[in-house]
């Protein structure tokens, strides 16, 4: 690991991160009369499993077999197309923890702490031991071992989404799997349940229910489901050619064929609200894969060949970049640039309000920018070179400076960030 930045500037970061978060909890575990056990929160002072007795007061969120920090534990989960490597990159300490080969790796995603590795006809659970869990006015950081949970009889996910509770990877063929989240967090995939009738969208667990986008009619709808599967309702406003999906702090947004669909829930009953392009939109150039910083409600999409679409969800505002030819794109949200990398490598930063482009900087040569992808947190953004076998961490706030590259023993082909 190459640091090109002073170890104490990064260290009095996060003495001031760890200071604030502390607070933020403190004040939230005040105000609430306590959290669910099992919906995910956390305590600092954990004690040891083996010494609490069992009839001691269980901790305000306390989770078994898992540490409490106070600051994210970002990681990232990186696979070789070529060699079938997999590893885990722990972005505290920047130690790569390898995982067993898979050989034809064809693709990678990830629901915050699990990752879902498609190879060779099957889809194998790996989990990267961080997590977040966020309870609106506090959240909770975790950690824990690093292990691979084992493989499940499932087509390659076109979309995964999971809550507390569920997982559901998406085929995009009409099917989709539920996966229980205690058993995954006790180390074991099990079968799942098939969801029949899933349309070509995305499931999305929701509210303790399913938000299932059919896809392919003019008038498409979004159904609801309960957790077993029962029709509940469907919205009145269509969502035709339903594409990506993205979970916001203000609701769960659907790309569609005319703009955007954002999901809310209130009380129970749930209501839907389109967000329209504004302007007529040919199919090249719509928003299907919505990428954005986990919760936040800024989100961007590449638009045709040479441009970059950014949904305002708060303003209810799109807003069109033309940026040249980009191969990846993201966001950390408001106030955050827009971060496009261009076919040629470079990496570039943009105005989300005025679509000006503040900082430009060479970071991949062409044949790595082929297969890169920009992931997102709340001071730092990660590109992957396959091609010199690193990970870059750039400071997006800082005209893009390189703050470290993490080279690796194999090629970072897919990637993708847990502990959000």
């Known amino acids: 690991m190459t640091l090109t930045t002073p170890a104490a500037s990064r260290a009095l970061g996060g003495i001031r991160t760890a200071t604030v978060l502390s607070c933020a909890v403190l004040v939230g575990c005040a105000l609430l009369t306590?959290?669910?056990?099992?919906?995910?929160?956390?305590?600092?002072?954990?004690?040891?499993?083996k010494a609490r007795s069992s009839d001691a007061p269980v901790p305000h969120g306390y989770v078994e077999g898992a540490e409490e920090t106070s600051e994210q534990q970002s990681r990232l989960v990186l696979a070789d197309a070529g060699t079938g490597a997999v590893g885990v990159l722990d972005l505290i300490g920047g130690e790569v923890t390898p995982l067993k080969r898979a050989e034809g790796v064809q693709g990678l995603r990830a629901d915050g702490r699990f990752a879902y590795l498609t190879a060779a006809g099957a889809t194998r659970v790996l989990d990267s031991g961080a997590w977040t869990v966020d309870h609106g006015d506090h959240v909770h950081y975790y950690r824990t071992g690093i292990r691979d949970v084992g493989a499940i009889e499932a087509t390659a996910p076109a979309h995964v989404h999971g809550d507390p509770a569920l997982t559901a990877l998406s085929s995009g063929t009409g099917t989709a799997l539920l996966l229980d989240r205690e058993k995954l967090e006790s180390g074991s995939a099990g079968r799942g349940r098939a969801l029949a009738g899933a349309g070509r969208g995305a499931v999305v667990p929701y509210r303790e229910h399913l938000l299932v986008a059919s896809a392919g009619a003019e008038r498409a709808t979004v159904r609801i489901l309960s957790r077993d599967g029962t029709d509940v309702a469907t919205l009145g406003e269509p969502c035709a050619a339903a594409g990506g999906a993205a979970v916001t702090r203000r609701g769960v947004v659907f790309g569609c064929s005319d703009g955007a669909l954002l999901v809310t829930e209130e009380k129970g009953a749930f209501s839907a609200e389109k967000i329209s392009y504004g302007t007529r939109v040919s199919a090249s150039e719509r928003a299907v894969d919505l990428r954005h910083r986990a919760g936040s409600?800024?989100?961007?999409?590449?638009?045709?060949?040479?441009?970059?679409?950014?949904?305002?969800?708060?303003?209810?505002?799109?807003?069109?970049?033309?940026?040249?030819?980009?191969?990846?794109?993201?966001?950390?949200?408001?106030?955050?640039?827009?971060?496009?990398?261009?076919?040629?490598?470079?990496?570039?930063?943009?105005?989300?309000?005025?679509?000006?482009?503040?900082?430009?900087?060479?970071?991949?040569?062409?044949?790595?920018?082929?297969?890169?992808?920009?992931?997102?947190?709340?001071?730092r953004a990660y590109v992957n070179d396959a091609a010199a076998r690193k990970v870059y961490e750039i400071d997006y706030n800082d005209r893009l400076r390189l703050a470290r590259t993490f080279p690796l023993g194999f090629a970072p082909t897919y990637m993708v960030e847990t502990g959000r």
């Open 34 to 49: 306590g959290c669910q056990r099992g919906d995910g929160g956390g305590s600092g002072d954990r004690p040891d499993p």
């Open 297 to 379: 409600t800024t989100l961007v999409a590449t638009s045709g060949d040479d441009a970059v679409w950014i949904l305002d969800v708060t303003d209810r505002t799109w807003t069109r970049v033309e940026t040249g030819p980009v191969v990846a794109v993201n966001t950390a949200g408001e106030g955050a640039p827009l971060l496009a990398l261009g076919e040629d490598g470079a990496l570039s930063a943009y105005d989300t309000g005025t679509g000006e482009r503040t900082a430009r900087v060479p970071l991949l040569s062409a044949k790595g920018a082929a297969s890169a992808v920009i992931e997102v947190d709340t001071s």
